[in-house]
């Protein structure tokens, strides 16, 4: 099993960056696929990255080139750096991981962290 727990996120004005980092329990957090996945009021949920073991990425559209998601397994942690973010990033960000990058990317990952609030002002 794996236990996540997300940093606080922030309030930004456009065009700001923050980083949000996870930091992940247990031996066997290497093996798995891990990523970002997002929620903003009245949407959907969308995977926004994932990173594999090998350290090869997948970023949603709406965030490529803007964000850089980056692992430390020395630190067991995950960040999630976001650059020049936009009032429509604005969301609850939750860490989620999976064995499984299939089930990770149809939003159903085994093990979520608690999420934390990214606000973006215009």
């Known amino acids: 099993q794996v236990q996540l727990v997300e940093s606080e996120g922030g309030s930004v004005q456009a065009g700001g960056s923050l980083r949000l980092s996870c930091a992940a329990s247990?031996?066997?957090?290497?093996?798995?696929?891990m990523g970002w996945i997002r929620q903003a009021p009245g949407k959907e949920r969308e995977g926004v990255a994932g990173?594999?073991?090998?350290?090869?990425?997948i970023y949603a559209d709406s965030v490529k080139g803007r964000f850089t998601i980056s692992k430390d397994n020395a630190k067991n942690t995950l960040y999630l750096q976001m650059n020049s973010l936009k009032p429509e990033d604005t969301a609850i960000y939750y860490c989620?991981?999976?064995?499984?990058?299939?089930?990770?990317?149809?939003?159903?990952?085994?093990?979520w962290g608690q999420g934390t609030q990214v606000t973006v002002s215009s």
């Open positions: 989620a991981a999976d064995l499984s990058v299939p089930k990770w990317w149809t939003l159903r990952p085994s093990y």
């Open positions: 247990g031996n066997t957090y290497k093996r798995y696929y």
């Open positions: 990173i594999e073991n090998d350290g090869s990425t």
